[in-house]
């Protein structure tokens, strides 16, 4: 038996198919394309409605299995590789100043400062750096080149790379990640800029950079929903 659950419909230009999205959060939704009816779209909807089911399902599995954050001082987070502790100072300010020592991510803001916001951007400044050489270093080390090291938040990739360009893109969310999860996503990007595929070659190559390289790609196909602020 299907159980009754709200959905918003979009209309897309950009849509071949119909297509269905449930989100984390439990939030429906039906893309339509643009000369398709709504009445097609819904009689989609309809055939497709256990599935939505065992999605919902599943996401509030998920949801409550995300890990209970704080951004409090004496809240610790997963950085790099290693656990750091918060030290949230409020003050009378208007500008804000972030800065690590010792194990410890000290944030003095003013009272109307995002702390969430404030975090993420020291992640994104500290991925840039230390994933930028560790790109670098790598790439050097099988003879390639590259151009730029880029660091991004998008939500279903953890890297990319241009192979013509030589320009590797980097998920800041790998911060959060057991370091062996991120050395994987860096030496996967790093094999693009020999192999612009996924070949057996360039397997093979993985393995060779990164031995054991299967075991973190396992790791953040069943994780990887859980690194966000």
Known sequence: MVKIFSYKVRKSKKARNILLHVDMDGSVELVVPWRVSYREGRRFLKKRGQW??????????????MPKRSFESGAAWPAFGQEIRLEVIRENRKRAFVSFTDGVLQIRCGIGHDVAKLLERWYRKEAQARYEQQARDLADACDLSISKVRINGAKTQWG?????????????????APKEAADYVIAHEVAHLKFANHSKQY???VASIYPGYEQQKRWLRINGYTLTI
């Open 52 to 65: 939505v089911d065992r999605q919902l399902m599943a996401q509030r599995k998920r949801a409550a299995a």
């Open 160 to 176: 990319s790379c241009n192979h013509k360009r030589a320009v590797i893109t980097l998920n800041w969310k790998l911060a959060l």
């Open 203 to 205: 397997w093979q190559f």
